[in-house]
């Protein structure tokens, strides 16, 4: 009997009309995607200070160079691990540094990655860093890792120095992740999202900067 109830109920289900399935109506467009240029600056800006984070704005590569030079003496830096991503390999900061009294260390100088690791984490007194994306909704910097851009240089020293040149800066995030993703047959490893200096909190909601990264971030914006 509860076979046959089973059964009819199945039947009934079966045979009812399927429910027009309706479209769901667009999304309205995102104001912040018709802010200019200068606009997202802006909001950039005021969102990654807001994170205390420290925002440099220059002209042009040599402009960028000449601030670069300004934080590392007001820092007193003498030793610094760089990257070799494409936005900076064109400023050669090896070389750099020896022309200013600063010694610029890069992971490919290092053999073995137990010593690469002691440099960055025991020598290093700063990390610096291109970007590949900035997202100006929040003051966010993106970075894609791979062979130019070690997880290390931006996370284990005390100090994140990241150039920004301007046409990176994004409105949102979802622009971002719609470029990266887009790339089906050249996914990245890893993507790192980062807003202002590492930063978290106890069970009482007390805030440490500092516990597992950067205490510090200055972003250099490029344009």
Known sequence: MEQSAREEILE????????????????PPLPELSLTQEELVERFTKNLVEETGVVHRVKDYPAALDKLIEIIKAEGLKKVMAATDGVLAPLDLPAWGKKNDVQVMTPKDFTDRQSFKDAVFNEAEAGITGVDFAVAESGTLGLIHNKDQARLVSLAPILHIAIVP???LFSVYEQVTEKVFSQKNNLPSQFVFITGPSMTGDIQ???????????RL?????G
């Open 12 to 27: 009934k289900l079966k045979a009812a009309a399927p429910k027009a399935v309706l479209p769901r109506p667009s999304m």
């Open 218 to 222: 200055i972003a250099i914006l490029i």
């Open 166 to 168: 301007i046409e990176r």
């Open 205 to 215: 909601g007390a805030l440490f900067k500092g516990m597992h990264g950067p205490r």
